[in-house]
């Protein structure tokens, strides 16, 4: 039988790091802000195709060499083809980009198939609509869970969710990270993440409180954490080994996507440890919070 874990006896100290961690994130996100990346400010889009495949880092070169240093490569489709993305209200720049990298091809010249300038206002609205879609997320949560739980439940989920977005894009605003639609991707589905592994322990928690009815809460949350902790670590470990290999070897077109993922993660594994239940302690779950409320049979009282 596996020996019950004492995780709530350091919730306090638990609690300490968390507030830390979300002041510092909080400070890093109002201070410095988040890097926004052209998806959401705005720039020009080049896509360029060439006889044979194109070396990616050459181009970076290339570009770098003629002056454009903010400018993004990234492949697209075939490997003959390529899109530019960088800053710049001009819309000119395209075809002077397009210019530098025909001068600079050599044997394997860039053909420009299409040259696109997305405004900052298109930009703005991505933005907008994006944080209105996390928004909408984390409500479809709450509703979710006070129905399929209890309202105690939907907080301590609501709580732990939050703290991981924060975290999250505080990191990524300390480093000044490019966030960009593939970023929010990643935002997106650490709030799915998190949410299953609280879902987990939430429900050995409720299966708990039917079988061992002379328990208390935080013997409860330390025996279901216990319980679904080897679930956990397995999840949790193959999960990041697999943001592990796209951080490494996804190039820089991932590089935002991947650590935004494997932040997300660790921060939904502790959370849905020392956040989530703890969220259930400060509001005093017990067992009757869980049974069905008696339905009264009206009385007739016509003479």
């Known amino acids: ?35 926004f ?45 390529l899109l530019v993305r960088m800053p710049g209200d001009d819309p000119m720049l395209g075809n002077h980009v397009a210019d530098a990298l025909k001068k600079a091809g050599g044997d394997n010249p860039a053909v420009v198939k299409r040259v696109e300038f997305v405004g900052p206002q298109v930009g703005e609205e991505l933005r907008d609509q994006g ?10 949560i709450l509703i979710y869970l006070a129905f399929r739980f209890q309202w105690k439940f939907a907080v301590g989920a609501i709580v732990s969710l939050i703290h991981d977005v924060v975290v999250t894009l505080g990191i990524l605003s300390f480093f000044q990270i490019t966030f960009d639609l593939t970023v929010l991707a990643a935002v997106l589905a650490i709030i799915g993440y998190s949410l299953n592994d609280t879902i987990v322990v939430f429900d050995r928690v409720r299966e708990n409180f039917r079988v061992m009815r002379k328990a208390s809460l935080i013997e409860n949350i330390n025996i279901s954490t216990t319980q679904t902790l080897l679930r956990t670590m397995a999840t949790s470990i193959s999960t990041l080994l697999a943001i592990a290999a796209l951080l490494f070897f996804g190039g820089d ?18 959370s849905s440890i020392y956040i989530a239940n703890v969220v259930l302690i400060w509001l005093n779950l017990n067992s009757e919070d869980l049974i069905p409320p008696a339905k009264t049979d009206g009385v007739d009282e016509r003479p």
């Open 253 to 270: 077109n991932l590089f935002g996507f991947s650590i935004a993922l494997f932040i997300g993660v660790l921060a939904g594994t502790y």
């Open 131 to 140: 944080g209105l879609g996390m928004l909408l997320a984390l409500g479809g």
């Open 1 to 35: 039988m596996l020996r019950t874990i004492n995780f709530m006896g350091v919730r306090n100290i638990a609690f300490a790091v968390t507030m830390l961690l979300t002041v510092l994130a909080l400070f890093s996100w109002f201070q410095k802000g988040l890097n």
């Open 37 to 81: 990346g052209l998806d959401f400010t705005g720039g020009t889009l080049i896509e360029l195709t060439y006889e044979r495949p194109a070396n990616l880092e050459q181009v970076r070169e290339e570009l770098v060499s003629a002056g454009y240093h903010d400018a993004v490569v990234q492949s697209f489709g075939a490997t003959t083809d």
